[in-house]
């Protein structure tokens, strides 16, 4: 049984013809982009509240998660490249090893 990991975001279907592993690796290429760009949005100051909000540690918890979905929803609409950048290196590196 394969273990379900929190924040593995959605899966690619697996069409027919289309190699299982080429469909995790392009499932892990989407949310290396999408940890990345969480990072970059942080850096940017996206989804720091002002004081007069006053949410206090619990409102800084889930600004990331919001940040990280944010970026997830980015990588599914095409995000900037480096997932299918990532994916042709790691099926490169997949298909050397076999």
């Keep these: 049984m394969t273990p379900i990991l929190p924040n593995a975001g959605p899966a690619t279907p697996v069409l027919p013809g289309r190699d ?57 609409a095409g995000g900037i490249g480096l997932a299918e950048t990532l994916f042709h290196a790691l099926k490169e590196r997949a298909d050397g090893a076999v």
Excluded: H, I, N, V
């Design 20 to 76: 299982a592993t080429d469909t995790q690796l392009r499932d892990a290429a989407r949310e290396l982009e999408a940890t990345f760009l969480a990072e970059m949005l942080k850096s940017a100051g996206l989804g720091e509240m002002p004081d007069a909000f006053g949410g206090g540690p619990g409102e800084e918890q889930f600004a990331s998660y919001l940040r990280m979905e944010q970026a997830r929803q980015m990588t599914q």
